[in-house]
């Protein structure tokens, strides 16, 4: 499972078209989104009091994640990446799932992230903007550590 996963990573590090590198200032994903965490399928007592996810075009073609995570126990932790959006890894800095990710924009709508830490494969993620521009939802393929694939879906609200 871990070669396919990691096929899965590489795949998704190469290189896209010039057309997906330059974000669009009309993207509908540059914004603020929160997490809906009534929604999380994590139990009550484990979901994390907020997640805070902050697209926001960085110039020169690239953009900038900015994640803060507030956990249940009220402790703070973000992490941030500056990126062009062709599948190249790029450091991930703080305190969170991953310290490389690999990001793509296939449409103005959609990205594909995948995550590593530490050298090892981590999750794929797909943030699709609804229609009205105001939800977003995020679907995490990831392995549990029996080494099962596993999916689940988060979603977001534009906070501006």
Not at 54 to 79: E, F, I
Not at 90 to 99: K, M, Q, S
């Amino acid at each position: 499972m871990k070669a396919l996963y990691a096929v899965l990573l590489a795949a998704a590090a190469t290189h896209a078209p010039a057309a997906f590198a330059a974000p669009s200032p009309t993207s509908p994903l540059l914004g603020v989104w929160s997490v809906d965490v009534a929604k999380l399928t994590t139990p009550p007592a484990e979901r994390p009091k907020s997640v805070t996810i902050t697209y926001s075009d960085a110039g020169a073609g690239q953009w900038r994640t900015h994640v803060k995570v507030v956990l249940p126990d009220g402790k703070a932790v973000q992490a941030t990446s500056t990126y062009t959006p062709d599948g190249t890894a790029t450091p991930v800095e703080g305190n969170l799932e991953a310290d490389m990710a690999a990001t793509r924009l296939p449409e103005p709508g959609v990205m594909v992230t995948a995550l590593a830490r530490g050298g090892q494969p981590g999750s794929m993620r797909t943030y699709t903007v609804a229609a009205d521009g105001q939800t977003m939802s995020e679907t995490v393929v990831f392995f549990t550590a029996e080494g099962v694939p596993a999916m689940r879906t988060n979603y977001f609200n534009r906070v501006r």
